[in-house]
Nanobody, 124 residues
């Protein structure tokens, strides 16, 4: 299973970005998925999780309120809509996936598959 994250960029505070993650080599609708983010020298932190059907979403402290995770199983794409971005949101964002029977929402080590990351920079 391979994940490809995209949509990162450099924006000003208050702007929005929409990250996408596509999956190949596996059955997208069988996977729970999530976003994590990491700053240089820091640990990877949980942003948001979405269950295989899209009916269950969980947000970490960094994603609550301003971010929305969603998925389209027909298009095999997961997205993270990020609004009202702040400089503290600057990080490399990684999408992750794993089978529901293994994944514990937000626990990094339980996701089997990871994308390469997409850089988000929020700066004036």
């Amino acid at each position: 299973v391979q994940l490809q994250a995209s949509g990162g960029g450099s924006v000003q505070p208050g702007a929005s970005l929409r990250l996408s993650c596509s999956v190949s080599g596996g059955d997208f609708s069988d996977l729970d998925m999530a976003w994590f983010r990491q700053v240089p020298g820091g640990e990877r932190k949980f942003v948001a999780h979405i269950g295989w059907s899209g009916g269950r979403t969980i947000y970490g402290d960094s994603g609550e309120g301003r971010f929305t995770i969603s998925r389209d199983n027909a298009k095999e794409t997961m997205t993270l809509q990020m609004n009202s971005l702040k400089p503290v949101d600057s990080a490399v964002y990684y999408c992750a996936a794993g089978p529901p029977y293994r994944v514990l929402s937000g626990i990094e080590r339980t996701y089997d598959y990871w994308g390469q990351g997409t850089l988000v920079t929020v700066s004036s």
